[in-house]
């Protein structure tokens, strides 16, 4: 285990924001992590994935952990389904596509969703209607405070809208080390979410290989490729309002998007508030709201986490002032 000094973070963040950290540590297995815990008890340190869903707000003074353990490894099958432990460092999409290519169903919903497997339960990941909580079985990793392993069952991992233990009750005391996911031998492929639907139904097969497919055109349509503009997919949460609130609003906008949940409250799409305060393409400084999906921001070139704090900032006051609702942030903001 090798500690690098003064290590430009540009490459490792998708925002691509200049920033410098004054140490970094990449581990490739649990003894790595274990050992390292011990080392680092009373240093500052961040805990980096895929570096896709940070805003890095200036240099970060401690130690950036990179667990870059690999691996992926069938522990349990039936005629049913496969059980299957996978390393934190594997990459997300091309995990999917392995899963995709062998049958195995779950995630393909989740295909092309950038990072990895080891940052996929964090903020749970999830899109065009299926989220990674459904296929995890256990989490499992290394109390930084500690140096103790632990794992943690689904029902533990508290799922929810991008949310879980891990960015509550154990936040920043976790490093994970490999997620157990048991998929299905019987896929049925999941069209629950409206685009997605339309797209099969022009094609004469419901695969979770065209599912994939059709869900990589989608995402490839709508959202900027972060090697190509800046951007760390949606900056805002969707915002979960009581139905008393939204039924205020749709009797003032009619025309006001909303998918109930089961709590009885009703959610409501950013990208729909944003683009009605006129904000959908614009830029400010160097930061901008994208063309065509205004819930992520993106950098136009050189912007700092100021440009981009600027914009959010500005976005939050108009639509808390033209709607009464508070959007909240899904990046994290590191510093
Ligand atoms: N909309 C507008 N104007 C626009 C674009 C969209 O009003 O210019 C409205 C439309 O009503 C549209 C609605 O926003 O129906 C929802 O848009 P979309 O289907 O693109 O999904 P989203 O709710 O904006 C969420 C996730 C995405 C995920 C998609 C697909 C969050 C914060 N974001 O976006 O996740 O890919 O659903 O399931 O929940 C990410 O987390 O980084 C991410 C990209």
Redesign the pocket.
Known sequence: MEVIKKVALKAYNSFGISALAENMVVCSSTYDVTSLCHALRNEKVYILGGGN?ILFDGDFAGYIIKPEIKGIEITAEDDETVTLHVGAGEDWDAFVEYTVKNDWGGLENLSL?PGTVGASPV?N?????AEVGNAIVSVEGVRLSTGQTFVVSREECRFG??DSIFKNEMKGDAIITYVNFRLTKKPVANIS???VREAMSRRNTETIQAVREEIINI?NS??PDPKVQGN???F???PEVPAEVFERLRAEYPGI?SFPLANGDVKI????L???CGW?GKALGKAAVHH?????LVNNGGATAGDILALAGKIISDVKEKFGVELAM?VNLVR
């Open positions: 869903n969703i903020q990941i999830g899109a065009y209607g809208y991008r979410y409206a685009p995402r709508k959202l760390a997919g949606s805002f949460k969707n998007p799409p950013a990208a729909w944003i683009d009605q959908k065509i999906q205004p819930l992520v899904e």
